[in-house]
Nanobody, 125 residues
C-alpha cells in the first residue's frame, strides 16, 4: 500500500520559515517523481516543486522560486520542503505527492497518482 505522510505544518509569521517532511512507503521512492502541491482556500491546486528521479532535475514554481527548496533523502524514503521568507499568500494545505512517471513537471501536468494527507501551513501577516 502506497503511503505518504506529511508533517511540519503550523502557524508562522510573515518572513518566517518552516520545513515540511514527508515519509513515503509502499513504492520505490527513487523510481518516481516526488514533490509538493498546495491548495489555498478557494483556489486551485498548485504544483509547488518536484524532483525528477530520471535525471535529478528540480522544478520550482515561480511563486516560490528563491524561497522554497525541495530535497530528498533516499535512504530514509523522505522528502522535504524548506520554506523561507514565508508570505501570507503561502497559506495553504500542502500535500506531498509521487508518481510512477519519473519526470517532473510532466508528472504534475498529467496528473499525479499518489497523494498524502495534507499538512496546513498558515502564515500570519
Amino acid at each position: 500500500e502506497v503511503q505518504l505522510q506529511a508533517s511540519g505544518g503550523g502557524l508562522v509569521q510573515t518572513g518566517g520559515s518552516l520545513r515540511l517532511s514527508c515519509v513515503a512507503s509502499g513504492f520505490t521512492f527513487a523510481d518516481h517523481a516526488i514533490g509538493w502541491f498546495r491548495q489555498a482556500p478557494g483556489k486551485a491546486r498548485e504544483g509547488v516543486s518536484c524532483i525528477s528521479n530520471s535525471d535529478g532535475s528540480r522544478y520550482v514554481a515561480d511563486s516560490v522560486k528563491g524561497r522554497f527548496t525541495i530535497s530528498s533523502d533516499y535512504a530514509k524514503n523522505t522528502m522535504y520542503l524548506q520554506m523561507n521568507r514565508l508570505k501570507p499568500e503561502d497559506t495553504a494545505v500542502y500535500y506531498c505527492v509521487a508518481d510512477p512517471n519519473p519526470n517532473c513537471p510532466e508528472a504534475f501536468h498529467l496528473g499525479v497518482n499518489y497523494w498524502g494527507k495534507g499538512t496546513l501551513v498558515t502564515v500570519s501577516s
